[in-house]
């Protein structure tokens, strides 16, 4: 059935991993990772929501989302890939876009919430999946064109060979053109209690600032929930998170 995932032995380990192809293609990416289990609803992350916003817009005061350093990078990559920067944008970019337009971001979820703000001060994309939703592994890859994703609005697309995804065992993509739009199938919802956290960044200081993420996350996220977040940094001599 659709969104379930199959039945887990035990000792055996769910697996998070970007395809040795990216690795090689774009030797400047960090990636930073946190499984979190026992996320509620019903937290009140308002205060720290604000922190982080008051950071972000320190950043925006002295420069556009676009000249900032992480979004360049993202930008470049985009380029790269084959797509338009100014057309699709880096969830980090579209998030820091609407923050400098309506000077705030839409409530949705608590750790949606929080996991949002904190991408908009670091300027580094976070995407957080609902793990009941992914069938086996999840990898970052290019798309074969076989795969399906799923709309927010329902609908379902394929995306086109090559487009770099994240995939799971059942050729669901959970996110297309990389880190511009994860899909509605594997969204976060009141339900959601299992997760996956995903950073990722290719800017010069992309090390140290993607552990700075990671670290703050796990700390807010220790602070927020009765939960003990397992993270992890990768790369490409470390390529694999398991949990």
Known sequence: MIGDTAARHPGEYMRFQHSS????DHPSLVAGAIHVTGITPG???EARLAAYAEIAAARL???TESELPEIQAWRRTFAALGLKPTQYRCAAEALLRRFRKEGGLPRLHPLIDLCNAVSAAYAVPVAVFD???IEGN?????????????????????????EVVFADAAGRAHARRWTNRQSGLSAVADGTGDVLIVAEALHETAEPDVRRLIAALTDELTALWPVSPKPAILSASSPRFEW
Do not use: I, M, Q
């Open 21 to 24: 192809d990216l690795w090689r």
């Open 43 to 45: 937290a009140d992350v």
């Open 61 to 63: 005061a002295g420069a």
């Open 131 to 133: 793990l009941s939703k």
């Open 138 to 162: 999840l990898e970052v890859r290019h798309a074969t064109g076989e795969e399906t994703y799923l709309t927010f609005g329902g609908e379902t697309e394929h995306p086109a060979p090559g």
